[in-house]
C-alpha cells in the first residue's frame, strides 16, 4: 500500500474525515456553500445523497433532512451526532429508485459527482430529477479541473479519493443532458489551499428518458 492509499484508507474513517476537512478549512467552505448556493429555508425538504459524516447539518435551519451514503461508518457516525433531527440510509446512490420519498425541495450532491462515471452521473441526475418538486433544485460541488491551475490545486486533484475529477464543461455536459437550466460557478479559495470548486445549480427537465437511453459524455483524460 503506497501513501496516498493510507491516506485515503484513513479518510474512510469518519473522525480522520472530518479533521482532515476542518485542517483545509472546509468549515468557511461549507457555510459559504449553504449561504450562498444551498440557501435552505426551514421546514424544506432536503434529500443529501452521498452525505458522509452529514457536517452540513450543522450549517442548515430546521429542515426535513434525509441523508444518504453508502460507507456504513459515515453513516453510523452521523447518526450518532444528527439522528435526533434527521433521517440516514446506508444504501448506493445508484439505490435511489428503491426509496419510496415524498419529494423535495433541494437534493444536494456535495463532493459525489468526481466519484462517479459519466454515465453514473447520468443515472444519478435522472433519479434526482423525479425526486425533486416542481420547484425545486439540485446543488453540486465538485473539485474542478482547469487550464492554468496552481500546481498543489492539480496534485490534490490527481490524488483524489474519486478518479472522475472534470472541467466545468464535463460537468456542464453532463447536467445540461438532464436539466433544462445549469448555473455553474467556479471557486479556487474557499479552502486554506488552492482548490478549485464547481458548484451547480440544476433545475427544469430537459430529459426524462430512461437512464440507459442518455447519452454520456467522455473527456479526454486531464495530463498529470
Known amino acids: 500500500m503506497n501513501q496516498m492509499e493510507m491516506i485515503h484508507r484513513y479518510l474512510s474513517f469518519p ?4 479533521l482532515g476537512m476542518q485542517s483545509l478549512g472546509a468549515p468557511n467552505a461549507r457555510k459559504f ?6 440557501k435552505a429555508k426551514a421546514g424544506q425538504r432536503i434529500l443529501d445523497v452521498g452525505c ?30 444528527f439522528g435526533h433531527k434527521a433521517q ?9 429508485a428503491e426509496e419510496n420519498f415524498e419529494p ?5 450532491a456535495t463532493g459525489l459527482l468526481h466519484h462517479l462515471s459519466d454515465q453514473e452521473c447520468l443515472n444519478l441526475f435522472a433519479q434526482c430529477i423525479k425526486l425533486l418538486k416542481p420547484d ?3 446543488v453540486t460541488y465538485d473539485g474542478c479541473r482547469r487550464p ?25 455536459k453532463l447536467a445540461s443532458s438532464v436539466f433544462s437550466s445549469v448555473k455553474i460557478n467556479l471557486h479556487s479559495n474557499l479552502l486554506r489551499i488552492p482548490y478549485t470548486l464547481a458548484i451547480m ?4 427537465s430537459r430529459n426524462l428518458k430512461k437512464p440507459q437511453e442518455l447519452n454520456a459524455v467522455t473527456e479526454v483524460p486531464w495530463p498529470a
Open 15 to 18: 473522525a480522520m474525515y472530518r
Open 33 to 38: 456553500h449553504t449561504s450562498n448556493y444551498i
Open 52 to 81: 458522509g459524516p452529514a457536517d452540513i447539518l450543522e450549517y442548515l435551519p430546521a429542515v426535513d433532512y434525509v441523508g444518504i451514503d453508502f460507507e456504513a461508518k459515515y453513516i453510523e457516525n452521523a447518526r450518532m451526532r
Open 88 to 96: 440516514f440510509r446506508c444504501k448506493d446512490v445508484a439505490e435511489l
Open 104 to 108: 423535495f425541495d433541494i437534493v444536494l
Open 136 to 138: 425545486g433544485r439540485m
Open 148 to 172: 492554468g491551475q496552481h500546481p498543489l490545486d492539480l496534485w490534490m486533484l490527481n490524488n483524489d479519493r474519486g478518479k472522475f475529477v472534470r472541467t466545468e464543461d464535463g460537468y456542464y
Open 201 to 204: 445549480e440544476l433545475n427544469g
